[in-house]
């Protein structure tokens, strides 16, 4: 199963995603699911450093990513991570149980 987090800030704000395992839907190499999940990772790591005001850390290895993001994420930033992560979020809900998106948001103060 892939999981996926998504950690917020009490006020939305996108702190940290995580991405972590394999789907398991098919044949290693051949996983539809795996590699819709991939692609939409992929497409995240390559596009931040190209956004303007992107300031953050990215690790992307074979089974896993990491996003971490640095608060407040210019409106350009904030649009691209959104669109993957909405990507992501529909995914899952469709290719249950093989994906699994969880969201948490940080308790204001």
Request: proline share 4%.
């Amino acid at each position: 199963m892939i999981q996926i987090r998504l950690r917020r800030t009490a006020a939305g704000e996108p702190v940290r995603l995580t991405v972590r395992g394999h789907a398991g839907a098919g044949e290693y190499g051949r996983d539809i699911v795996c590699a819709g999940v991939s692609a939409l990772v992929e497409t995240l790591a390559l596009a931040l450093p190209k956004t303007s005001g992107w300031r953050g850390q990215i690790r992307v290895e074979a089974g896993s990513a990491d996003f971490v993001f640095t608060a407040p994420l210019s409106a350009e930033v904030r649009a691209v991570a959104e669109a993957l992560v909405a990507g992501l979020a529909d995914l899952a809900a469709s290719a249950r149980p093989y994906v699994r998106f969880e969201e948490v948001r940080e308790r204001g103060e």
